[in-house]
């Protein structure tokens, strides 16, 4: 009996070069997806594509800027081309972007955040939807703790922004496509070791505007006493994913070992 969860499924994932991205393409792989790997950085996904073919799944890897209406278009169709189909789709690319006190941000700066963390997901989602009508699916949207329970992200205005705009385009999105059997949930992850911080520029202004927290015993995740891992989320995303949360939309879970109730 094969008992492998998503098999026969066709997924989509953005920023699975590294990362939760990645963690949760070779999860979905492993439970028999085949993966359409979309991130900036090409290389990285050629390893992951390597790694899930060694490990006897299927994928491709796209070299993509979610941000660029004309490349996700592109993405979309050439996983269609491959595969003939899509079922699942994980926004998930994204960066912290430039921190900064919101009178020393720099338009540019500010415009980047948005258009990476939030308009790359409607992209996606957009460009998605036409092939997940066909025989419904399930989107899932990578937000934070920020900007939805926490605000203390001291200089990250853009991303928070982003993050909880997200919240609200997925509720959008969930009770828009519920007629295609289409559900959108929306996952907001505390810290989790990446490598997220690659893409953080913290700005010398930022000293203006911090206000010092200090936390019981030194740690702000009570449950574990430090970050999450990439693999704790896949394994939401999977769950997301797959027919056990059939009857799940329009939601946003927190992984965050109870870190925004604290802060
Ligand atoms: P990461 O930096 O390890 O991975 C992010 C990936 O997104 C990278 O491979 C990067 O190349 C890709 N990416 C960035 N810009 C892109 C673009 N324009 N087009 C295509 N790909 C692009 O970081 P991560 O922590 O795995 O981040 C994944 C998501 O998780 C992000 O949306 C982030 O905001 C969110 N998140 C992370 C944390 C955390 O603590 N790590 C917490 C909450 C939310």
């Given amino acids: 009996m094969n008992l492998k969860r998503l098999q026969g499924k066709v997924a989509f994932i953005t920023g699975s070069g590294s990362g939760i991205g990645k963690a949760a393409a070779l999860r979905l792989a492993e439970e028999g997806a085949k993966i359409g790997l979309i991130d900036l950085k090409g290389d990285n996904v050629n390893k992951v594509k390597r790694q899930i073919e060694e490990a006897g799944g299927e994928a491709i890897a796209l070299d993509v800027d ?27 690319a994204g960066i912290n972007g430039t921190l900064a006190p919101i009178e020393d ?12 963390d939030l308009t790359g997901t409607f992209l996606t989602v957009k460009y ?23 605000f203390s992200g001291f200089g990250m205005s853009a991303y928070s922004t982003a993050k909880a705009g997200q919240v609200a385009f997925m509720q959008m999105a ?8 289409i559900r959108v949930n ?11 911080d ?37 394994n939401l995303v999977l769950f997301l994913a797959s027919e056990e949360s ?18």
């Fill in 66 to 92: 979610v941000s660029d209406p004309v490349q996700v278009k592109q993405a979309v169709k050439e996983v269609i081309g491959t595969w003939g189909k899509l079922d699942i789709v994980f926004a998930n």
């Fill in 186 to 196: 929306a996952i907001c992850p505390g810290a989790i070791s990446t490598h997220i």
């Fill in 128 to 150: 998605a939807i036409p092939h997940l009508k066909e025989n419904g699916g399930s989107i899932i949207i990578t937000s934070s703790i920020n900007g939805n329970r926490v």
């Fill in 198 to 234: 690659q893409s953080t520029k913290r700005t010398p202004e930022l000293d203006k505007i911090e206000i010092p927290i200090e936390f019981p015993k030194g740690g702000s995740q009570p449950l574990e006493d430090g970050p999450g891992s990439p693999k704790q989320v896949a």
């Fill in 174 to 181: 969930a009770l828009e496509l519920a007629q295609y059997k």
């Fill in 246 to 263: 059939n009857h799940i939309t329009g939601t946003p879970i927190y992984i965050d070992g109870a870190e925004s109730l604290l802060r």
């Fill in 105 to 116: 941000m720099e338009m540019e700066d500010w415009s980047k955040t948005i258009s990476i």
